[in-house]
């Protein structure tokens, strides 16, 4: 790779990078593995958006009820996810979130659809949005969603809800 290639992959790395940062207020990176143990092909990235959708699915039902779409749409958190090949060869994406979400249910979820997930909240927007986008210039992609919905508020809020937000306080005993 010559010189000026590399400066063209490194612009165009800052460029997504700066454009990712600035989609939305990331409150969350997570990184969804595959397993391996009884798997009897390579996931491919079909797989993987396939096991996105369903994940985003399950998490718009568990706060707003089967009618989700109607009330959030596709889903209630804008989101942007890209896919990475690990040094072993296996495919696995990280993903920024911009909402509150059951991090406990996200695991579960995970763990009983493909694999692992690991979240962390968000404190260096800029280093996330750069990690995610680090791929771009090697084949990757990024696939970014803005919830047009992101004021909707669900009528009954859970407690990982409440804690999220901030709105979960102790009342005093009477």
């Avoid at 009618?67 to 596709?74: D, F, K, L, P, T």
Wanted: hydrophobic share 35%; proline share 3%; aromatic share 14%.
């Amino acid at each position: 790779m010559d010189e000026l290639q590399r400066l063209d992959n490194s612009s165009l790395r800052r460029e997504w990078a700066e454009y990712v940062e600035h989609f939305a207020t990331w409150l969350s990176f997570w990184t969804l593995t595959f397993s391996e143990a009884d798997r009897t092909h390579e996931v491919t990235k079909d797989e993987c958006v396939f096991k996105w959708r369903r994940l985003v699915q399950a998490l718009n039902r568990q706060l707003y009820g089967n009618s989700y779409s109607r009330i959030v749409g596709h889903c209630y958190f804008s989101y942007a996810l890209s896919f990475e090949y690990q040094t072993r060869g296996a495919l696995h994406m990280h993903a920024l979130v911009d909402q509150p979400t059951n991090w406990e249910a996200v695991n579960g979820l995970w763990r009983h659809m493909a694999g692992i997930c690991k979240i962390v909240p968000v404190h260096d927007t800029h280093k996330v949005a750069s990690y995610l986008c680090k791929y771009i210039t090697k084949g990757g992609d990024v696939i970014l969603y803005r919830a047009p919905n992101s004021s909707k508020v669900p009528s009954f809020k859970p407690a990982w809800y409440l804690e999220a937000t901030g709105k979960l306080e102790a009342q005093p005993a009477e």
